[in-house]
């Protein structure tokens, strides 16, 4: 079925380190994709989002990049400090099914930064 | 402007009890979102609703789960005669238009004994 799924179940950096997180899906009619954190005990927090009509949409530190021809999603960290490790997910959001209103979670990177 | 707001916190309820979970979405957000997720897993959209109105349940059991989100007042997910598989972390999460960032509230975290 269609799915979110991530490269890299864990990723270890060191501080100041650039981070980058993958993701890849498989609907091809997914036109909108968004970048979580989520720490420990808490409710995701949105990061960055992309919609199909960019490739490369920047935040303060990150940076998301769409490659619609392969289906890959990634999240570059700049300057990775110890606040950043987490458990990063992405999610799609397509115009198909019932409605614009259902997000697809991958299965979530843990990012640990070592001081 | 404060974020999403979901209690409680924390819910332990004995098998066959039923479970009443609240969320109010951000201030001006007309769209609710309610994901469970299981530890070290991914997030599972549970059903999606505006006011008065449930857009897609999808990701709803057919039994014992419903869903509401009234004219005045929060959002309220409930299960009746819960069971151990339904412990969980339940996220409401909202949105100010469909198709748009969603976000979350802190999170209910259900255990049923």
């Known amino acids: 079925g269609e799915s979110v799924g991530l490269h890299l179940p864990t990723l270890s950096v060191q501080e100041g380190d650039n981070s980058i997180i993958n993701c890849a899906y498989s609907?091809?009619?997914?036109?909108?994709f968004i970048w979580y954190k989520q720490e420990s005990g808490k409710g995701p927090q949105f990061i960055i989002d992309i919609r199909s009509n960019m490739d490369k949409r920047q935040g303060q530190r990150v940076t998301v990049l769409l490659n619609k021809t392969v289906k890959h999603l990634s999240l570059q960290i700049a300057a990775t400090q110890p606040g950043d490790s987490a458990v990063y997910f992405c999610a799609e959001n397509y115009a198909g099914g019932t409605s614009y209103g259902k997000l697809t979670f991958g299965q979530g990177t843990i990012l640990t930064v070592h001081p | 402007n404060a974020g999403v707001m979901q209690n409680p916190r924390h819910l332990v309820r004995r098998r066959g009890q039923e479970a009443r979970l609240r969320c109010s979405p951000m201030k001006g957000h007309s769209h609710v979102y309610w994901y469970r997720q299981l530890p070290e897993e991914g997030l599972k959209f549970m059903v999606y609703l505006q006011k008065e109105n449930i857009i897609d349940e999808s990701g709803m059991p057919k039994e014992r789960f419903s869903a509401e989100f009234p004219k005045e007042g929060p959002s309220i997910l409930r299960i009746q005669q819960v069971v151990r598989g339904d412990s969980a972390a339940y996220f409401c999460a909202s949105s100010p238009r469909e198709n748009n960032e969603q976000y979350f509230g802190p999170g209910t975290r259900l255990t049923v004994t």
């Open positions: 609907n091809s009619a997914s036109d909108y």
